[in-house]
């Protein structure tokens, strides 16, 4: 098993911050994934982790914002 290191991690999660401020919810939600199964081999680090959750509930009220402008729209 090959250990990321977690400034990767995190650079990876601004870029996935820069595709959600653009609103491209498709790569958007490729980089999340992406990052999700980085995670747990990332060397250890919690800054790191309560980052990626507080962009990850941004991008949740992004795709429940769209879905409901969807529906409504």
Known sequence: MVTIAFQKVGQDINEW???IKQNDIYKAKNKREEIKSTLPNMKEN????????LIDSRYKLMTEDYSVRRITG
Request: aromatic share 28%.
């Open 17 to 19: 911050y820069n595709l």
């Open 46 to 53: 919690q800054n790191v982790l309560i980052y990626f959750n």
